[in-house]
Structures are given as structure tokens and as C-alpha cells.
């Protein structure tokens, strides 16, 4: 299991910095107790859950499970409440702002198919004729990432100048914030089996992709 590169921050509303929109529409609590039922069911399951919902290229390629590039970012590593405490924060603090500027149905789709997308890039990349391609082949990877990736991306494209606080100490624009995230992820993809961080720059790149020639 992989967990999310662990960088906690804030953004700026105004002159002020905040930890989110005081108001939070449906679809972002809806999204929010989904996943934590799911992580209760991972839980109380023993396993089962999570078997047959991981993301893995092996599977997919040898197996043909194609639900797998889906059903991933609904997990999250049972050892670890950090991880699903993360990826729910950064969702309720970047998504409310997102759907509310979208509206429900472009939301939920820019959502999906960021953490889908996330998902096909961990399948592709275990056939790559790279070092990190064939541990990346047999590993499995969980969580929301992509998806929660890509509400990063697209707040940065619409909101660049927005200061967001990294690690609670540093007020960095959206823009670059994202392009040191970004970065970050990209170097790390070679020191790490390639699996989660292939996830999180999938969410950037298809995030990217599908705002400016797709959306």
C-alpha cells in the first residue's frame, strides 16, 4: 500500500487564510461518507474489500479486471487514518470552491475521470521499459489520489494567484504550488516503485489535459 506525499496546507479567502468554504455542498459529503464507508468496510472485512478493488497493471493486463482502474480510488490504507483524513481534507478544501464554480455534473465528472485516469496511468506504466516498471507491474496501489490531484491542478489553473500554505508555514500561489507538487512527484517516481506517485501525476497531467482541450 502507498500513502499520499504528506504536504498540509491551507488557502488564502481574501485577506485571510482559511481551511475552507464554510459551506459545503452535497456531492463533497456525499463523496466524503462514501469513501469513509468504504474504509470501514475495508476495515471490518479483513481484506476482502480491498482485494478485489486495488488497482494493480497485473491484474488488469493479465487478468483483464477492468473495474479496477475505478474501484482503487474508493480505498485507503486501513494501517495508516492519515491517509483518508488527507485526501478527505484537501477534497472538502478544494473541491466545495470547484463544484460551486462547475456546478454538480461537470464536478462529478472532471472527478471521476481524474482518478480514473490516475488509475490507467499505473496500468500503462507497468509496461514501460524503465527501471521502476516492474516492481510498478506487480504492485497495487489505493486511494483517492488521482481524483484529489486533479481538484489541486484544476484550482491552480482557475485560482493562480490564490496563496496556499504549505506545511502551515509558507503562503505559495496556487500556480506554483502545484508546479512544486508536481515536481516533487516526478522526481520521487523513480525512488518508490513508481505506484502512488505515478497516481499523483496522473491526477495533474489528466486534470490538466481534460480542462484545456477536453472540459
Known sequence: EFRDQECLFVYGRGNQMGFGPPVTPSIIKNLIIANGVVFIAQYLSNGLVSKWAVVSPDLVWFKF?????????????????????????????????????????FFVRYYFITGTGAGVATIVAGLLPFAFSE????????????????????????YPNTPILMFFLFPVPAKYFVMIIGAITFLSVPRSAGVAHIAHLGGLVVGYVYLKYGG
Open 65 to 105: 479486471e477492468l473495474w479496477r482502474p475505478f474501484t482503487y480510488m474508493w480505498l485507503h490504507s486501513v494501517n495508516s487514518p492519515f491517509h483518508i483524513l488527507f485526501n478527505m481534507l484537501v477534497l472538502w478544501m478544494f473541491g466545495v470552491q470547484l463544484e460551486r464554480l462547475w456546478g454538480l455534473p
Open 135 to 158: 516492481p510498478t507491474y506487480l504492485a497495487v496501489t489505493i486511494g483517492a489520489s488521482g481524483a484529489i490531484y486533479g481538484l489541486l491542478v484544476a484550482f491552480a489553473i482557475y
